[in-house]
């Protein structure tokens, strides 16, 4: 992840969660990866590796976003441990504990490549020029809008439009608030240091919640009538809500499953294909509680909360609305990037 929570290189930054005022940390690495490859990084199938955590929800963007627009042949994945350890994500669930394409053992030694002692940490989404083992972009804000907008020729057909230009604006102004008050807004009151500095975090928060559950009363998705970037950016925060940030982040004024609107909204998501088996809730749990040992200090991981609702009916698509506007669903998922459904676990 692109934040201080999610960037430690050590245990002494994982003690320090609460400890210390918040602030999210800008990627360094901004490269872009483009059609006419001006960054010097153009788009080739099969160049790069995308680094993920399934525990992150930056990195989840990418990882609905890449199964949504079939680009899961083109940009191979690499799936870390949720655990890091003093030198932040590595690849201990592979074979060996290294990558089997970069040949690597942690994720810090692309960062190192690309620029020697490099000083800040190592975050995910990461995607890694493959014949250099170099880090190209760690800009986890950029890196789904390109995917959209400049990995166009390598779209499977009837791929959706995630970032339709007609719509942008809107698209934009939307996520700016989420990202402000509820994808980000999540950590600044879960690493708050101060009581003024928690308050004012978690009124935010539920204050955008609520706008957001009014916008979704009358329409299936936040901008249009089809899934787009806003859908994406919302939903992984929502998917992990109940199960890390109400009890873990204290955001505890009410969980999602006690907003009919949006409880409905994030089943429909999940249940959508691309959204929902993209999400490994073991991951998310097991990193939140025994990595951020400054807020949970036994690193006990809850058994909570009951996960068999999320399969349940939702009624959503009587507010009409086509998922994919006039493409179609994504094909089932890759031989070995299948995760446990949320209500197995």
Avoid at 249 to 263: G, H, P, Q, Y
Avoid at 289 to 314: A, E, F, K
Wanted: net charge negative.
């Amino acid at each position: 992840m692109s934040d201080t929570s999610e960037k430690s290189a050590g245990s002494d930054g994982n003690t320090s969660y609460g400890h210390k005022p918040f602030k999210r940390s800008r990627s360094h690495f901004a490269d872009r990866i483009t059609a006419d490859g001006r960054d010097g990084w153009p788009v080739e199938a099969g160049r790069y590796r995308l680094v993920v955590s399934r525990a992150c929800p930056w990195a989840g963007r990418s990882l609905v976003s890449r199964r949504l627009l079939g680009l899961e042949e083109a940009l191979p994945l690499a799936v870390t441990d949720p655990i890091q350890d003093d030198r932040s994500w590595r690849f201990t669930l592979d074979p060996g504990g290294k990558d089997p394409v970069l040949g690597i053992r942690y994720l810090s030694e692309a960062y190192d490549a690309r620029e020697h002692d490099y000083p800040g940490g190592v975050s995910v989404p990461a995607i890694v020029d493959v014949p250099s083992g170099k880090l190209v972009t760690n800009d986890y804000q950029q890196i789904t809008l390109d995917l959209a907008t400049e990995w166009t020729a390598l779209h499977r057909p009837g791929a959706p439009d995630l970032y339709p230009e007609p719509l942008r604006a809107e698209i934009d102004e939307v996520m700016e608030g989420i990202y402000r008050d509820i994808n980000n807004g999540v950590y600044k009151a879960g690493f708050a240091s101060g009581q003024q500095e928690y308050d004012e975090a978690y009124e935010a928060l539920f204050a955008r919640l609520d706008q957001v559950s009014a916008r979704l009363t009358d329409r299936r998705y936040l901008v249009g009538d089809t899934i787009t970037e806003a859908d994406i950016r919302l939903f992984t925060t929502l998917v992990r809500f109940d199960a890390v940030y109400h009890g873990h982040f204290k955001c505890n004024r009410t969980k999602i499953t006690e907003d009919a609107v949006l409880w409905a909204y994030v089943r429909d998501l999940y249940q959508t294909p691309g959204f929902g088996d993209t999400v490994d809730i073991d991951h998310i749990k097991r990193h939140y509680y025994q990595v951020h040992t400054g807020i949970n200090p036994t690193g006990i991981v809850p058994l909570g909360p009951d996960l068999s609702g999320w399969t349940t009916p939702h009624h959503r698509e009587q507010l009409g609305g086509r998922p994919f506007g006039d493409g179609t669903p994504p094909g089932p998922v890759p031989s070995g990037e299948d995760v446990t459904p949320a209500e197995q676990v």
